[in-house]
């Protein structure tokens, strides 16, 4: 049996070690606290790297991957990681985000309270022999505005937390849905600033990336409540720190509490010297079942990836297929087969794609939305993408990196969900803008038997299986076109397996034809049909 190998950069529950050992398929290596230098030199050994906060893998480690397949984070932050490099070398990326979502939750309503409460502060009072009531004056949550930024899984549990101690609450998320918002029972803002003026108690659930960097400074310091409570358990680069101890410091705020630094550990960090700043050492995660949920999550899906089952939490794959239902599955091959079609079809340089998914079949979201990612798309979309870039980039393009090749090469991604389309209730369309101001649109649909079908390109009314080797060819419609390049195939040993033919408007208008073949035809004898009279334009596609 092939063995895989393993690299473990940093310490990990005992449980997570207990899945490698009972794996047959793999061998371990733990090298906790490995510099950087150290291991970049035999990083490209390992089949999956198992890190957490105290592995930064950046764009120089993974200069030379070898044959590293999978880096999986025990825990569910990802900014040490540079995704988008490990996605580009076709590397995936996978966290634990479900694992210490509770360690997590309960640290953030532990600081609210130490916050509000004064609690660390009147602790360390009693203990040094002091009985100063009046100082810790508090406020208390009842009727209370809770304002928080962010609630997917950590910040939809604090809300309902914060619920039950009867606060109001104000949310922005700008990736949520009205739905998710009024499941939660909370007020969904339009924008941060709305949130930040009404709140009593600000507490921050975002991941930290270049867009979220810094959006807590002095103006929206400024803009918040006098004796509003800040609350940090999310990322230290969302804030401004020197601003936040201005705010305290001036009495605009009542106080703060944050687990996070911009830098770690603080030293000479000016907020460390105000007595109702609370602070803790990153340990939003750290509880036993916390550590131990994390380290499970990470060593199982790494063992299934490798072995070829079928895992969760890859962050740079916004969907698995497999975990499709088998009717969307084949809507996702027929995305590609749209997207190969497309880029072989068009003239021009691509600038723009759009992705309509129209019907009730694509009401779900099958992936989650996070900030700054190219992964903002739905499967069937990043299967359009793959094939469309794949026909000219072949094997150099997977669904992991295709959303960032389009990236590179300035091409603007759209993606849209329709109650229904013309005349069409279930219908994927694919619609191409080139830089010479031409778009082409593809509609393609699943057929009985569950058989992928192109019905229309543009204006032209079509039947094509979205698959296999056709010849296009577009002309002047007038009588006998058709036959002489069938007479032209023949004459070439060229079968034809089906022949599809439209027009737009009466006769001698301009047609298009599809002549499914049963194989590869070379460029002679495309060039032969372009020659023919009548003929505007032919190729040979592969579907």
Same mark, same amino acid.
């Given at each position: 049996?092939?063995?895989?190998?393993?690299?473990?950069?940093?310490?990990?529950?005992?449980?997570?070690?207990?899945?490698?050992?009972?794996?047959?398929?793999?061998?371990?290596?733990?090298?906790?606290?490995?510099?950087?230098?150290?291991?970049?030199?035999?990083?490209?050994?390992?089949?999956?790297?198992?890190?957490?906060?105290?592995?930064?893998?950046?764009?120089?480690?993974?200069?030379?991957?070898?044959?590293?397949?999978?880096?999986?984070?025990?825990?569910?932050?990802?900014?040490?990681?540079?995704?988008?490099?490990?996605?580009?070398?076709?590397?995936?990326?996978?966290?634990?985000?479900?694992?210490?979502?509770?360690?997590?939750?309960?640290?953030?309503?532990?600081?609210?309270?130490?916050?509000?409460?004064?609690?660390?502060?009147?602790?360390?009072?009693?203990?040094?022999?002091?009985?100063?009531?009046?100082?810790?004056?508090?406020?208390?949550?009842?009727?209370?505005?809770?304002?928080?930024?962010?609630?997917?899984?950590?910040?939809?549990?604090?809300?309902?937390?914060?619920?039950?101690?009867?606060?109001?609450?104000?949310?922005?998320?700008?990736?949520?849905?009205?739905?998710?918002?009024?499941?939660?029972?909370?007020?969904?803002?339009?924008?941060?600033?709305?949130?930040?003026?009404?709140?009593?108690?600000?507490?921050?659930?975002?991941?930290?990336?270049?867009?979220?960097?810094?959006?807590?400074?002095?103006?929206?310091?400024?803009?918040?409540?006098?004796?509003?409570?800040?609350?940090?358990?999310?990322?230290?680069?969302?804030?401004?720190?020197?601003?936040?101890?201005?705010?305290?410091?001036?009495?605009?705020?009542?106080?703060?509490?944050?687990?996070?630094?911009?830098?770690?550990?603080?030293?000479?960090?000016?907020?460390?010297?105000?007595?109702?700043?609370?602070?803790?050492?990153?340990?939003?995660?750290?509880?036993?079942?916390?550590?131990?949920?994390?380290?499970?999550?990470?060593?199982?899906?790494?063992?299934?990836?490798?072995?070829?089952?079928?895992?969760?939490?890859?962050?740079?794959?916004?969907?698995?297929?497999?975990?499709?239902?088998?009717?969307?599955?084949?809507?996702?091959?027929?995305?590609?087969?749209?997207?190969?079609?497309?880029?072989?079809?068009?003239?021009?340089?691509?600038?723009?794609?759009?992705?309509?998914?129209?019907?009730?079949?694509?009401?779900?979201?099958?992936?989650? /939305?996070?900030?700054?990612?190219?992964?903002?798309?739905?499967? @069937?979309?990043?299967?359009?993408? *793959?094939?469309?870039? &794949? =026909? !000219?980039?072949?094997?150099?393009?997977?669904?992991?990196?295709?959303?960032?090749?389009?990236?590179?090469?300035?091409?603007?991604?759209?993606?849209?969900?329709?109650?229904?389309?013309?005349?069409?209730?279930?219908?994927?369309?694919?619609?191409?803008?080139?830089?010479?101001?031409?778009?082409?649109?593809?509609?393609?649909?699943?057929?009985?038997?569950?058989?992928?079908?192109?019905?229309?390109?543009?204006?032209?009314?079509?039947?094509?299986?979205?698959?296999?080797?056709?010849?296009?060819?577009?002309?002047?419609?007038?009588?006998?076109?058709?036959?002489?390049?069938?007479?032209?195939?023949?004459?070439?040993?060229?079968?034809?397996?089906?022949?599809?033919?439209? /027009?737009?408007?009466?006769?001698?208008?301009?047609?298009?034809? @599809?002549?499914?073949?049963?194989? *590869?035809?070379?460029? &002679? =004898? !495309?060039?032969?049909?372009?020659?023919?009279?009548?003929?505007?334009?032919?190729?040979?596609?592969?579907?």
């Amino acid at each position: 049996m092939k063995k895989f190998d393993i690299l473990i950069t940093d310490h990990i529950a005992e449980e997570g070690i207990e899945i490698l050992e009972k794996a047959e398929s793999v061998n371990y290596e733990i090298r906790a606290g490995i510099s950087n230098a150290d291991l970049k030199h035999i990083l490209g050994n390992y089949d999956a790297v198992i890190t957490r906060s105290g592995t930064t893998v950046d764009a120089d480690l993974l200069e030379n991957t070898g044959k590293l397949k999978i880096i999986g984070r025990a825990g569910v932050g990802l900014d040490n990681v540079d995704i988008e490099t490990a996605s580009k070398k076709g590397l995936i990326v996978m966290n634990a985000p479900t694992g210490n979502t509770y360690a997590a939750v309960e640290l953030t309503m532990g600081m609210i309270l130490a916050a509000c409460r004064k609690i660390p502060a009147a602790n360390s009072s009693v203990k040094a022999g002091e009985w100063n009531r009046k100082k810790f004056m508090g406020i208390q949550l009842l009727d209370k505005t809770l304002g928080i930024v962010g609630i997917g899984r950590i910040g939809g549990n604090v809300v309902t937390r914060c619920k039950a101690f009867g606060m109001k609450v104000l949310a922005y998320d700008p990736y949520v849905k009205q739905s998710c918002a009024e499941n939660l029972g909370v007020t969904l803002c339009n924008s941060l600033d709305e949130v930040l003026s009404q709140a009593d108690v600000i507490t921050l659930h975002t991941p930290l990336t270049e867009e979220t960097k810094g959006m807590i400074a002095k103006p929206q310091f400024d803009m918040m409540k006098d004796g509003a409570v800040f609350v940090n358990c999310a990322r230290g680069g969302l804030v401004d720190e020197d601003a936040l101890y201005e705010a305290v410091k001036s009495g605009k705020l009542f106080s703060a509490a944050t687990d996070v630094f911009s830098y770690e550990p603080p030293k000479g960090m000016k907020l460390l010297e105000l007595d109702n700043i609370f602070v803790t050492p990153h340990i939003g995660a750290n509880t036993h079942e916390g550590q131990k949920g994390v380290a499970v999550i990470i060593c199982e899906q790494i063992v299934n990836a490798l072995e070829g089952r079928s895992y969760a939490n890859a962050v740079n794959i916004p969907y698995m297929k497999s975990l499709l239902p088998e009717e969307l599955q084949r809507y996702f091959e027929l995305a590609r087969s749209m997207g190969r079609l497309a880029s072989q079809f068009i003239t021009g340089r691509p600038e723009e794609i759009r992705f309509t998914m129209v019907g009730k079949r694509f009401e779900e979201d099958f992936g989650e /939305r996070t900030f700054d990612s190219p992964f903002n798309y739905q499967p @069937f979309t990043i299967a359009a993408l *793959k094939g469309f870039l &794949e =026909v !000219v980039l072949e094997d150099s393009v997977s669904f992991i990196n295709s959303p960032y090749l389009a990236k590179d090469r300035n091409i603007n991604i759209m993606e849209a969900k329709n109650d229904h389309y013309d005349k069409y209730n279930d219908l994927l369309v694919l619609t191409v803008k080139t830089n010479d101001g031409k778009e082409t649109t593809i509609g393609g649909t699943l057929f009985a038997e569950n058989i992928g079908k192109i019905l229309f390109i543009d204006n032209y009314t079509l039947d094509l299986e979205a698959s296999g080797n056709y010849i296009y060819f577009r002309n002047n419609d007038r009588p006998g076109i058709v036959g002489k390049v069938a007479t032209l195939l023949g004459e070439n040993n060229i079968n034809i397996a089906n022949f599809g033919l439209a /027009r737009v408007g009466s006769k001698g208008s301009e047609a298009i034809s @599809f002549v499914l073949v049963d194989d *590869k035809v070379s460029s &002679e =004898v !495309v060039k032969k049909i372009s020659n023919l009279e009548d003929i505007i334009e032919a190729k040979y596609i592969r579907i």
